[in-house]
T-cell receptor, first 115, second 111 residues
Framework: GAGVSQTPSNKVTEKGKYVELRCDPISGHTALYWYRQSLGQGPEFLIYFQGTGAADDSGLPNDRFFAVRPEGSVSTLKIQRTERGDSAVYLC?????????????FGPGTRLLVL | KQEVTQIPAALSVPEGENLVLNCSFTDSAIYNLQWFRQDPGKGLTSLLLIQSSQREQTSGRLNASLDKSSGRSTLYIAASQPGDSATYLCAVGTGNTPLVFGKGTRLSVIA
């Protein structure tokens, strides 16, 4: 089936604006993860959903960041009052641990540039 | 707090060489370890996943080993090819939790 998809692939915005990043996980995957990757670094965890609820949001850097997954499938990462330091690649991954599929499958990412 | 380190940060080898990428982690209480490949400007592709109870996994020319007690994993690439050029990332997981990544090893295979 289809892999993890993310939209938009690129987003340029101005400092102070609001942005939404979308993730479509692999169909049937119950776990969904958001990571952020800065240049030359490995991905860093932001938030993890099991079903509709956020099981762990300890990686969100501050209260400008928020994510939802209302129906347990698609997830949206929302960033308010963007800052230049938010520029990074935002990666989404999904897995199905309850089915024994622990491998996390990643989407292509959304490249966010805040001017 | 789990920390993952990958050495070397960059590696350049001639085509056909066998090579080893290293990964170490500070907390041995892991559930699994995953190796990924990332091409420039792209997302991550999973290469191998090793459960904490396993010692190694193989896929084609790739072999990953895990020594949980010493906090180390290696990724062995046999008969390297220019198409293997990419950044290789190691990540450890503790159950159904987010992965903790290293910074990666940037590999260049020269034809």
């Amino acid at each position: 089936g289809a892999g993890v998809s993310q939209t938009p692939s690129n987003k340029v915005t101005e400092k102070g604006k609001y942005v939404e990043l979308r993730c479509d996980p692999i169909s049937g995957h119950t776990a969904l993860y958001w990571y952020r990757q800065s240049l030359g670094q490995g991905p860093e965890f932001l938030i993890y959903f099991q079903g509709t609820g956020a099981a762990d949001d300890s990686g969100l850097p501050n209260d400008r960041f928020f994510a939802v997954r209302p129906e347990g499938s698609v997830s949206t990462l929302k960033i308010q009052r963007t800052e230049r330091g938010d520029s990074a690649v935002y990666l989404c991954a999904s897995s199905s641990p309850g089915s024994g599929e622990e491998t996390q499958y990643f989407g292509p990412g959304t490249r966010l540039l805040v001017l | 707090k789990q920390e993952v380190t990958q050495i070397p940060a960059a590696l350049s080898v001639p085509e056909g060489e066998n090579l080893v990428l290293n990964c170490s982690f500070t907390d041995s209480a892991i559930y699994n370890l995953q190796w990924f490949r990332q091409d420039p400007g792209k997302g991550l592709t999973s290469l191998l996943l090793i459960q904490s109870s396993q010692r190694e996994q193989t896929s084609g020319r790739l072999n990953a080993s895990l020594d949980k007690s010493s906090g180390r994993s290696t990724l062995y690439i046999a008969a390297s090819q220019p198409g293997d050029s990419a950044t290789y990332l190691c990540a450890v997981g503790t159950g159904n939790t987010p992965l903790v990544f290293g910074k990666g090893t940037r590999l260049s295979v020269i034809a």
